[in-house]
């Protein structure tokens, strides 16, 4: 189970994917070292959060050095004459799909996982504004801890305990007040 922290981690990687078509679109002389570069830090982020995935990331990078050495990745065709540069543009072009559709996969399953913990933390808020347990939120020169107890206002409450458990089971409790705080803030700007 990742963190928030991990998820949006992993979410500005995949972002910068867009740069990197604009690179090879652009046909910039970089783009192959900068996809390189960009695989292996996703390495080091998946495995620096123990997503097994990181092998495969390091295998499509590990295909892109092979077909630097001449190689023609399995998978790839090459239509009309073949050189190093075509097979390497193509396996690069390989390993950046493959990587992002394969981390994309993955990330969604995670994503999905704190959506249904959003869901559930903005019902139970509104079971309690409705119960009139948070009328309005605390003031307190220490924003953590007025979402610490908003938090045990909610787990007190015999109606509302068993959703703020099942929040806390789904992301666990530091990142229950992340949600809070983020339902809470967006609450303030509407």
Request: glycine content about 8%; charged content about 25%.
């Given at each position: 189970?990742?963190?928030?922290?991990?998820?949006?981690?992993?979410?500005?990687?995949?972002?910068?994917?867009?740069?990197?078509?604009?690179?090879?679109?652009?046909?910039?002389?970089?783009?192959?070292?900068?996809?390189?570069?960009?695989?292996?830090?996703?390495?080091?982020?998946?495995?620096?959060?123990?997503?097994?995935?990181?092998?495969?990331?390091?295998?499509?990078?590990?295909?892109?050095?092979?077909?630097?050495?001449?190689?023609?990745?399995?998978?790839?065709?090459?239509?009309?004459?073949?050189?190093?540069?075509?097979?390497?543009?193509?396996?690069?072009?390989?390993?950046?799909?493959?990587?992002?559709?394969?981390?994309?996969?993955f990330?969604?399953?995670?994503?999905?996982?704190?959506?249904?913990?959003?869901?559930m933390?903005?019902?139970?808020?509104?079971?309690?504004?409705?119960?009139?347990?948070?009328?309005?939120?605390?003031?307190?020169?220490?924003?953590?801890?007025?979402?610490?107890?908003?938090?045990?206002?909610?787990?007190?409450?015999?109606?509302?305990?068993?959703?703020?458990?099942?929040?806390?089971g789904?992301?666990?409790?530091?990142?229950?007040?992340?949600?809070?705080?983020?339902?809470?803030?967006?609450?303030?700007?509407?």
């Amino acid at each position: 189970m990742l963190r928030i922290v991990n998820i949006e981690e992993i979410q500005n990687m995949l972002g910068g994917i867009s740069g990197l078509v604009d690179m090879q679109q652009g046909l910039d002389p970089n783009f192959n070292e900068k996809v390189k570069l960009w695989l292996a830090k996703l390495e080091k982020i998946l495995e620096s959060n123990r997503i097994i995935q990181v092998g495969e990331v390091a295998a499509l990078r590990g295909l892109i050095l092979s077909a630097e050495n001449g190689i023609i990745p399995p998978g790839i065709e090459i239509h009309g004459r073949s050189n190093k540069r075509r097979i390497v543009e193509a396996a690069v072009t390989l390993s950046l799909r493959q990587s992002s559709s394969l981390v994309s996969d993955f990330l969604q399953r995670e994503v999905d996982r704190v959506s249904d913990a959003e869901r559930m933390m903005r019902q139970l808020l509104m079971l309690a504004k409705a119960k009139g347990l948070i009328q309005q939120i605390p003031n307190g020169s220490d924003h953590t801890e007025v979402l610490k107890y908003i938090w045990h206002t909610l787990s007190d409450d015999p109606e509302i305990a068993p959703g703020t458990i099942n929040v806390e089971g789904l992301v666990g409790p530091h990142d229950a007040l992340i949600i809070l705080d983020r339902i809470i803030a967006s609450d303030l700007r509407t």
